[in-house]
């Protein structure tokens, strides 16, 4: 009986041993971690669409999205918190100026999305400059002030106003005649306003020569983009052909994306006007494809803002070198032209 069992010991012993080996090599799905900027919209479609249609799936991911909280997803991805997050090209850069060790690895929307809007009936407001001397309802973030100032002073104004720090009250503060001006989403805040009957007359930054910007993006811890270079492309071309559907097919793309968060949306007509704007105005680069960066845009509106002095380093100090802003983002995880 003795040197049965020992055999049949042994025979467990190696099995577990398999097993272990099998749990130890990192077999079954990757976990990745994806903070979001805010609760579930139309600047996350891609990311839902990619994991409602088992995109991620198929790609050996097991992807879970993080629950907006306080904190910035340019922190958590940079902490470690998460692989990668939803970002935007103006916060980005005080961040990564910062320390922050990210990296940008697909544009999302081209284009700026937000724009300068009062109310539509706000006759004595027909350009940048009439906001001299008004109220600027904000957000507390770091690049809202000198952004408005530059567009105000390029439409001929001074660009001298006064802030209030609201957070998303701002709208209603904007709607009540609290505030001049704040920036909404076009493609969001903007159609909303419209459907509430109090629609806003916006000014876009790009037409009194600000420079253009990627104005969302999905970025990825820097270390762990080094060290797992293939999943990494895995994760970010699955991601970017849920956002190349948005594109090809904004009512599909908006129906997962409601499909994907049952309860979080009231208005689905909302969701699908915007991102039906999305896929005519934002999502694509000059060429037509989803996804690309260029370092002309890089340098166009973070170097603008290196320029103006507002940037602070890891000691909080102004920077004084330019950075290099080839690093700061890469095209290496997208899918090449077809």
Known sequence: MKPVRARALAALSAVLALVLAGCGSGSGPQPIRVALDWTPNTNH???????QEGWFREAGLDVQFLPYNNTSPD???????????????????????????ITSVM????????????????????????????TYGGFGAAYEE???????????????????????????????GQVDFTEPFVAWEGIEAEMRGQPLKTFSYTDYGFPDAYNVLLIGNSPWLQAHPDLAAKFVQAAQRGYQLAADDPDRAAQLLIDANPGTFTEPDLVRRSQE????????DENGRVGTQTLEKWTGYSGWVFGTGALTGPDGAPLTQRPDFTTWFSDDYVAPPA
């Open 107 to 134: 544009a999302v929307l081209q284009h700026w999305a937000t724009q300068i809007a009062v109310r539509a009936d706000r006759a004595d407001i027909t350009s940048p400059k009439d906001l001299d001397g008004k």
């Open 146 to 176: 000198p952004k408005m100032r530059a567009v105000i002073r390029d439409a001929g104004g001074t660009g001298t106003f006064r802030t209030v720090v609201l957070g998303t009250a701002a709208y209603e503060a904007l709607y009540a």
């Open 277 to 284: 704007m999305l896929a005519d105005r934002f999502l694509r």
């Open 45 to 51: 479609t891609g990311l839902f669409v990619a994991q």
């Open 75 to 101: 922190t958590l991805v940079s902490s470690g918190a998460a692989e990668f997050g939803i970002s935007f090209q103006d916060s980005f850069t005080f961040s990564k100026a910062a320390g922050a060790d």
